[in-house]
């Protein structure tokens, strides 16, 4: 596994303290390399440093990703229910349409009913008010023919008396006397 930064920088002050060391040892000669060696340790401990921001900034970094796609998987179930809803939205709206076109269809074929029914109560009508009329003729066929039978009735009695009259009272009966009078 290659050495991490952290790693880098704590080796680099380690380099440091060993080159301090021997800079110390070396007397005049290595108060250069002294110099040197305390420059190499302050960029170690400025690495380190480094590194423990970067380590920070990644934390963060990977904080506000997994809120990112919390918050995207909660956007992804979000949208999965609209489209369920949605879909069933539309499944209603198409039921409720074709429900309204089957009550349409109904609501023409009742006003079609109601009119052959009303053409039927019109039949019926001119079918009473001909029983009707031909009641009221008749009955004065009725009256007409009963005034005739005792028109008859009466000339069958004057014509009997006649008779009656002329021949005698030895006449055969004749059925005549059945005759209601008038």
């Known amino acids: 596994m290659p050495p991490t930064s952290n790693d880098i920088a ?4 380690l380099l440091s303290v060993n080159a301090a060391i021997e800079a110390a040892k070396a007397t005049e000669a290595g108060k250069g390399f002294a110099v040197v060696a305390e420059e190499i340790k302050n960029l ?3 690495s380190k440093q480094a590194v423990l921001q970067v380590r920070g900034i990644l934390v ?3 904080k506000a990703t997994s809120a990112a796609v919390m918050a995207a998987e909660r956007s992804c179930d979000m949208v999965e229910d609209h489209a369920a809803n949605a879909v069933h ?3 209603t709206i198409q039921t409720l349409g074709d429900r309204i076109t089957d009550a349409s269809q109904a609501a023409a ?6 009119q052959q029914q009303l053409v039927g109560m019109d039949q019926i009508s001119e079918a009473m008010a001909s029983i009707d009329q031909a009641s009221s003729q008749n009955a004065a066929g009725a009256r007409q023919m009963e005034a005739e039978v005792r028109h008859l009735g009466e000339l069958a009695l004057g014509l009997r008396a006649m008779i009656e ?3 005698g009272p030895d006449l055969p009966s004749s059925g005549l006397e059945a005759l209601p009078a008038t």
């Open 89 to 91: 939205s539309h499944k």
């Open 109 to 114: 074929q009742i006003v079609a009913s109601s």
């Open 44 to 46: 170690a401990q400025q």
């Open 165 to 167: 009259s002329n021949a």
């Open 10 to 13: 704590e080796q680099s002050n």
């Open 60 to 62: 963060d970094i990977q």
